[in-house]
């Protein structure tokens, strides 16, 4: 026992998380993308061939990748000032300001949707690019924000000793710091919007396709596998491209473990000034829809709440359920992605001389956000249809599938910080008596809480906001609270809009208290 | 001790297998007697009914809703060689030579199919049993052709008037159902020359999103919790009830009507899935939806008609919705065998 | 009880920075691992620890087999050399760590940290955050750590490297006054030459993955194996001088050697045991000559060859000097007897 006890732990906890993806992504999607690829029984792959001469799908092609890029770019441009100053100022509303910013992030397309038309914004690549800055500014006022609060000032303070000025010091000593970081950030914004698919269908309106779309139409409309699987291997190699890019530009990072500097309040009139031009643009964006949102659910004297718990014609639940049912699918998402996250996180920070096989298992459990809810969805249905694995039709599915889609932002999250840990404090604790799960929970899980509880509260987030899967998967009457705006936006009449949009209101500030609780909560010191 | 963090993964592991077993026994298992349900989104019924389905035949519903009526048609035929359930609701007209042609359903003559109008019996093999049917017809906001002292249109050729210019807008066929029927009604109208309409259409100033909820919700001027400024819209003849059914409190007169020169039918179908493991149970439950007590559920839950004649109807649909006494129609065979070369063609007249 | 090791090996690749090394420990000893950087000592502190596995060899203690055994179930103690404490506990909370890996309950503990304190002097420092301490305080602290589990074995790494200059000396003295208080058999490794003969009983001498030399302190001292070895250990002039019968004859005496027959014997000398006077046996000319807080050392050419010594005055370069040499303190490189 003594010999092989912790081989067979730690290869467990490789072997549960890489388990859970191949059975329930790998399988599924290469069962739906085989048979697309498949023509009575030998592989064809005429349909790639077919995309790349289709002069209408190259043009989807040549769109997806353009609008990605610019959206990246304006995300970018949008966060990073914000960014700045939330990482370099203390002061009251910090967190409040935080939890704003993280809130479009899970907020369902449908329901943004009609915030912004209600602007009079869809129907345009301008509309689809503010969208994308609004979902996506969260993702990198966070991942930034991290690295930028664990930056060292005596190194800034030691460039403007040396005679630089402030722009300088911002350029030749911040921003080569922050660099990794932003790399990473802009990956996965880059990510998202290049696989983005309501966004894209709601307020781009018809003329306008990404490979998400197209996939969405050849598959869910057309029953077109072939051409699906074809259009699925293209954004399946793009999105792989990206995060490879992605990965050797921030391999050599390492995270410090340090707690974040403790930062000045903005006590000088500069510096408020600067505070607020930082935050204006960021807040402005997010607050005009989230506000008009808000002030809409109030419409006809708030009459949208006052029917929360009755069940409305056509429902099999009241608004509360919906919110109840979403809470306990977000829970057992949580639970899932943030146990297997930190497990395969754990195996992959391990000092080891595999670092191929880390690398692999690494890109692998981000593959999930470069494939189509509608392929993974179908892709269930075609290989869960034998008993014991009769998923189908299970609860489970869903929280599955969520846990599926948090997974990446667990690993991402833990990875670096485990990786920051110096190995003799985990030496250390081995020798003064500590077994590998003894050196885990009192070295390497203090320093990674923090971590995990952001990231636990990521994943709730996206739990709570998912609806592509949650549509797409066959289910059993699970209601969630964004499928239940959807149900009562598509039918006419001024009550289903009002609860609707009170709904929609409930989820956003459910996000946000989920959002203030995951970054209050981890301010906790651990204790032994 | 040591070992806590791997016992709390194996147990969630075991959970996890736990949960899908029991969710799988309580899908195969006979004992229970439950049938299942395959459908889309915008099914529903009332519990009451259910129950009283159940108290009849001692066969418990299981509910799968799987999105749209397109994607949940789909997803029956992938998997038509282990079903996901017993009964499929909700393919319409539009589909129905797609579900046929898959094989996806198993012959069943339905008890009561005979009181149902032939017009709306498009399968003559019966495997697929008609259970309600609806409108997609253009909806105009009455009030704000009141206000600009306009007559409101009627028919399909006064849409392309320059009066009207800037006031319609339709949803994608490629995408939505509703888009789709009424390129159907068009094509009906026109004939072949059904594309030359669009192009005059489109000069008018025709306006197309993906969806119904953006068209309606989002773009149509006649909508309560809208914010459009479009209108006319393609909807539903029932839209103008559900209009008066939803509001708080619901006006005298319906604030929309549906043109009943503009409309295309609709007919929703169920059938028993071949392979069913449940086929009695199966076909208690279509037997179950062409009875009175179902039937006369509907129009509220889903806003369709029912198929059978005689239903009575609540009194929102008798006093502020109009069924079309001629609406267009065209047979299954020759949308299922056009519908595809209809969306390349509007696509291409429309969109580019 | 006894630590053996035998044949120990540890490769990377194709590298091998440990090379079949044997060593022993015996009761309260403390034996120092000696050797510059890159010699393989780290590697072996950490084979004998269990950290890296050895790639052949074994390791026991007592004659109990611990080559597989996992690092928490050796009971050995390590203090690395930039001590590793844990940043998220406090001073108590990390001298009580591995009473608490080992189930002790939380009363005892804190009593047992609490001596550690006393026996280290930080007392009244429990609660301290421990990156607020000073690199002597973080030292202290870590080897309160190390010892408060009573490890059968203690390893220090370079245990003074990090500590500032100043301070090395009196800390020094405070860890060899502790080490021999707790009796607890120690094995050190270091590059550092004051660190090794300033506490060990037993001085090993490491070079390229080999060991080269081992034995008492000040057998090691004075009687190298070899030149290379003596260099290592300061000796900066080495004079080839005729041996016969059990006597080497030096320019100022002879001096008695256990090496056999007739022959020659390179004597060596720190530059402290050589000194410019007027009456010394041995004179050049100046070379070159630097000044060293209140001494000069100087490098004198002479008819022996280049010597370097210790001057009161600081001679011109040029000039003509007399050198006079501490035979006690010579330093004889003796070859290690064969078949030892």
């Not at chain 2, 065998?337 to 390349?344: M, V």
Request: with cysteine.
């Amino acid at each position: 026992m003594r010999a092989f006890g912790p081989r067979v732990a730690r290869g467990l906890l490789v072997a549960v998380p890489l388990g859970f993806l191949a059975i329930f992504f790998l399988w599924p999607v290469g069962a739906i993308l085989g048979r697309g690829l498949r023509t009575g029984g030998s592989l064809d792959l005429r349909s790639l061939a077919e995309v790349w001469r289709d002069p209408s799908l190259r043009h989807v092609l040549w769109f997806t990748v353009v609008q990605a890029v610019l959206s990246t770019i304006a995300t970018l441009a949008v966060a990073l000032p914000a960014t700045a100053v939330l990482s370099r100022f203390q002061f009251r509303g910090r967190g409040l300001v935080i939890a704003l910013l993280t809130m479009p992030f899970v907020l369902p397309t449908v329901v943004v949707g009609t915030a912004f038309r209600s602007l009079g914004l869809s129907g345009s690549l301008t509309a689809i690019i503010t969208a994308h800055v609004f979902f996506n500014v969260a993702i990198a006022v966070r991942v930034v924000g991290e690295a930028w609060r664990a930056l060292d000032p005596a190194e800034e303070d030691a460039a403007q000793s040396l005679g630089a000025g402030p722009i300088l010091t911002f350029t030749a000593v911040t921003l080569p710091a922050l660099r990794p970081a932003i790399v990473a950030a802009s990956s996965i914004v880059f990510l998202f919007c290049f696989t983005s698919f309501g966004v894209i269908l709601i307020l781009g309106g018809p003329r306008f396709a990404t490979i998400e779309t197209e996939i969405y139409r050849q598959t869910a409309q057309l029953l077109d596998l072939h051409t699906a699987a074809a259009l699925s291997i293209v954004q399946l190699v793009a999105v792989v491209a990206a995060l490879l890019v992605a990965g050797a530009m921030t391999s050599r990072v390492r995270t410090s473990t340090r707690l974040p500097v403790r930062r000045p309040p903005p006590t000088s009139r500069r510096s408020q000034l600067l505070l607020a031009l930082g935050l204006l643009p960021a807040t402005v964006l997010v607050t005009v829809p989230l506000g008009d949102l808000v002030i809409r659910s109030l419409a006809n004297g708030a009459a949208g709440y006052s029917h929360l718990t009755s069940t409305p014609i056509g429902a099999p639940g009241s608004p509360l359920q919906a919110i109840a049912t979403s809470i306990k699918v977000a829970c057992v998402a949580t639970v899932i992605a943030v146990a297997l996250g930190l497990a395969l996180a754990h195996a992959l920070t391990r000092p080891g001389r595999r670092v191929g096989i880390a690398r692999v298992a690494e890109l692998l459990v981000l593959l999930p956000l470069g494939v189509s809810a509608v392929t993974v969805g179908f892709g269930f249905l075609i290989v869960f249809d034998t008993p014991p694995l009769d998923l189908r039709t299970s609860w489970w599915i869903i929280p599955i599938a969520h846990a599926l889609v948090a997974l990446p932002f667990v690993v991402r999250t833990t990875v670096p910080v485990l990786r920051a840990i110096d190995p003799r404090q985990r030496e250390t604790a081995a020798m003064l008596g500590a077994g590998p799960a003894q050196v885990w929970r009192t070295v390497d899980l203090p320093i990674v809480a923090h971590a995990a509880k952001v990231a636990a509260g990521f994943a709730a987030a996206i739990s709570l906001g998912e609806f592509g899967a949650t549509l797409f998967i066959v289910r059993p009457e699970t209601t969630t609270v964004p499928v239940a705006i959807y149900r009562f936006l598509s039918r006419p009449g001024v009550t289903n809009v009002d609860q609707a949009m009170a709904l929609a209101t409930i989820l956003m500030v459910l996000t946000g208290v989920v959002a203030v609780v995951a970054e209050r909560g981890s301010r906790i010191e651990a204790r032994s | 001790m040591s070992r806590r963090t791997l016992v709390v993964l194996l147990t969630a592991a075991a959970a996890l297998a736990l949960g899908a077993c029991g969710s799988s026994n309580s899908s195969g298992g006979s004992a229970t007697k439950t049938v299942t349900l395959v459908t889309h989104d915008s099914f529903a019924i009332s519990k009451p009914v259910m129950r009283a389905f159940t108290r009849q035949t001692g066969w418990k519903v299981r509910i799968l809703k799987n999105g749209d009526a397109g994607v949940a048609l789909n997803q029956v035929i992938l998997t038509k060689n282990a079903p996901l359930g017993d009964v499929m609701f909700g393919v319409d007209n539009t589909f129905l030579t797609r579900a046929l042609s898959e094989n996806v359903f198993a012959r069943y003559r339905a008890a009561g199919i005979e009181a149902i109008p032939r017009a709306l019996r498009l399968d003559p093999t019966n495997h697929a049993t008609p259970i309600d049917f609806g409108d997609v017809c253009v909806n105009a906001d009455r009030k704000y052709f009141s206000e600009h002292h306009l007559e409101i249109p009627k028919t399909l050729d006064d849409l392309t008037q320059s009066q009207y210019r800037d006031l319609l807008v339709v949803e994608n066929p490629a995408t939505s159902s509703p888009g789709l029927a009424f390129v159907a009604a068009t094509v009906a109208r026109f004939g072949t020359a059904w594309p030359q309409y669009w192009d005059r259409l489109r000069a008018n100033g025709v306006k197309a999103v993906d969806g119904w909820e953006q068209a309606y919700n989002g773009e149509f001027s006649g909508a309560g919790g809208g914010k459009g400024d479009r209108p006319l819209v393609v909807s539903y003849a029932s839209s103008p009830p559900a209009e008066v059914y939803f509001a708080d409190p619901p006006p005298t007169t319906a604030p929309t009507v549906s043109l009943d020169d503009t409309c295309f039918r609709q007919v929703e179908f169920a059938g028993v899935l071949r392979g069913a493991a449940h086929p009695d149970g199966a076909r208690a439950l279509v037997d179950f939806m062409l009875t009175r007590r179902f039937q006369s559920d509907m129009p509220l839950q889903m806003f369709v008609n029912p198929a059978v004649p005689g239903t009575p109807l609540p009194a929102v649909f008798t006093k502020f919705a109009t069924i079309p006494a001629d609406p267009f129609t065209l047979s299954p065979a020759r949308i299922g065998h056009d519908r595809a070369g209809w969306i390349d063609e509007w696509t291409a007249r429309v969109l580019r | 009880m006894t630590l053996t090791v035998t044949n120990a090996t540890v490769r990377y690749g194709t590298t091998v920075a440990v090379d079949a090394a044997n060593l022993t420990l015996e009761g309260a000893e403390i034996v120092a691992v000696l050797g510059p950087s890159g010699s393989g000592k780290t590697s072996l502190l950490r084979a004998i620890a269990g950290l890296e596995p050895l790639t052949s060899g074994t390791v026991t203690w007592g004659g109990e087999d611990l080559t597989r055994v996992a690092p928490h179930q050796r009971n050995f103690g390590l203090m690395f050399q930039d001590h590793a404490l844990f940043s998220h506990h406090d001073v108590l909370d990390n001298v009580a760590f591995g009473l608490r890996m080992r189930g002790v309950e939380r009363g005892e503990r804190q009593r047992r940290a609490q001596d550690m304190l006393e026996l280290v002097g930080l007392v009244g420092f429990d609660h301290r955050r421990v990156d607020h301490l000073s690199g002597g305080e973080r030292q202290r602290v870590a080897l309160a750590r190390a010892l408060a589990p009573s490890p059968r074995l203690l390893m220090l790494d370079e245990p003074l490297a990090s500590v500032d200059r100043e301070r090395r000396d009196q800390l020094a003295r405070e860890l060899h006054r502790i080490l021999r208080a707790n009796g607890t058999p120690t094995l050190l490794v270091t590059h550092d030459l004051d660190e090794a003969f300033g506490f060990a009983d037993t001085i090993v001498i490491l070079d390229r993955g080999r060991i080269v030399q081992t034995g008492p302190t000040r057998a090691v001292w004075r009687r190298p194996h070899t030149l290379a070895i003596a260099r290592f250990l300061g000796v900066s002039s080495d004079i080839a001088c005729p041996r016969a019968s059990g006597l080497v004859t030096t320019p100022w005496g002879s001096v008695t050697t256990d090496a056999p027959g007739t022959g020659t014997t390179i004597v060596g000398f720190r530059p402290t045991d050589l000194r410019v006077n007027a009456g010394g046996a041995v004179t050049g000319r100046v070379v070159a000559t630097w000044f060293r807080r209140d001494h000069f050392v100087v490098d004198v050419e002479t008819a022996v060859g280049r010597l370097t010594a210790h001057s009161s005055n600081p001679e011109p370069v040029g000039s003509a000097v007399a050198l006079a040499a501490d035979l006690e303190a010579a330093v004889l490189v003796e070859p290690a007897p064969t078949g030892a």
